[in-house]
């Protein structure tokens, strides 16, 4: 009689094997599945009806198990197993995005274009264009080369950025010009004072002359112009005086027939006065 089996110890739980080694576990069943099948032949027929070929477990049949049977259901759950683990261990699918979002979206992407379009874009930049070819006009080309640079920076339409350019090359040459006779102006402006308070008219205009003739005429030659003659106009007063105090009526018409040419208007009372002495003069010497 045999002595009575041990009571069974709890076996802890294994760990979950991973899918690469349950795939393993898996193969190498099937493997040993097969190598037993293949060693059985036709002498192991007696073998396989001894006493110890016919034990069989209760509630199965009498059939004999089938080699490596529990290996291979060992393989399949560990797989299965090992699937579920990696499916529990997936990242939740994202829900799908909804229609409202695909709107929203649209509409944010319509609004975007219609901001940075080429025509809103041409219109944003056209007032700042607009100015900056105005300062060429007052010479004012390092300003409007500043403001160049910046729409550049700012990308304005090219079209804008030549029509800027072409106003700054037009216009610079002439600035340039206008710069040098400023300089050459401010330059001649001792010469001439200091000949007018010297009572040097003709020295005054002579200076004044080549400056025009270089130069061009314009309102500030014009003004000084005017101040010169209204000197001259002074001095044959002067001279015209001189004459009728020497009693020369001759000399003293003269005079006073060149400052009348002069037409200046600070000089009228003065001149008119003398012409009236001038003629109580010659009413006088005709008396006599």
Same mark, same amino acid.
């Given at each position: ?33 097969? @190598? &037993?099948?293949? *060693?059985? =032949?036709?002498?192991? $027929?007696?073998? /396989?009806?001894?006493? +110890? !070929? #016919? ?9 004999? @198990? &089938?080699?490596? *049977?529990? =290996?291979?259901?060992? $393989?399949?759950? /560990?797989?299965?197993? +090992? !699937? #579920? ?204």
């Amino acid at each position: 009689m045999l002595p009575p089996a041990p009571p069974r110890a709890e076996a802890a739980p294994a760990p979950q094997p991973s899918a690469e080694e349950a795939a393993a576990a898996y193969r190498a069943a099937v493997n040993a599945n097969k @190598a &037993a099948a293949a *060693g059985q =032949g036709p002498g192991d $027929a007696g073998a /396989a009806g001894s006493p +110890a !070929a #016919g034990l069989s477990k209760p509630g199965n049949s009498g059939k004999p @198990a &089938a080699p490596g *049977g529990s =290996g291979i259901a060992g $393989a399949a759950g /560990a797989v299965r197993a +090992a !699937a #579920g683990s990696a499916q529990a261990a997936r990242p939740p699918l994202r829900k799908p995005v909804s229609k409202s979002t695909w709107l929203l979206i649209a509409l944010l992407v319509l609004a975007i274009w219609l901001v940075v379009k080429p025509e809103n874009r041409a219109k944003q930049f056209e007032t700042r264009v607009s100015d900056a070819i105005a300062l060429t006009a007052d010479c004012r080309i390092s300003n409007a080369r500043s403001e160049l640079s910046a729409l550049r920076n700012a990308k304005a339409m090219p079209e804008q950025l030549q029509r800027l350019q072409d106003a700054i090359e037009s216009a610079a040459p002439d600035c340039e010009k206008a710069r040098q006779r400023a300089k050459a102006w401010n330059d001649l402006q001792p010469g001439i004072n200091s000949a007018m308070k010297a009572n040097k008219p003709e020295l005054a205009a002579s200076r004044l002359a080549g400056f025009t003739k270089k130069w061009g005429e314009d309102k500030e030659t014009d003004a000084v112009f005017a101040r010169i003659d209204t000197l001259r106009a002074e001095q044959l007063l002067d001279e015209a005086n001189a004459c009728l105090k020497q009693g020369n009526h001759n000399c003293a018409e003269a005079k006073l027939r060149q400052a009348e040419k002069m037409n200046r208007p600070e000089v009228a009372a003065r001149l008119n006065a003398l012409k009236d002495e001038l003629s109580r003069f010659l009413e006088s010497t005709l008396l006599q």
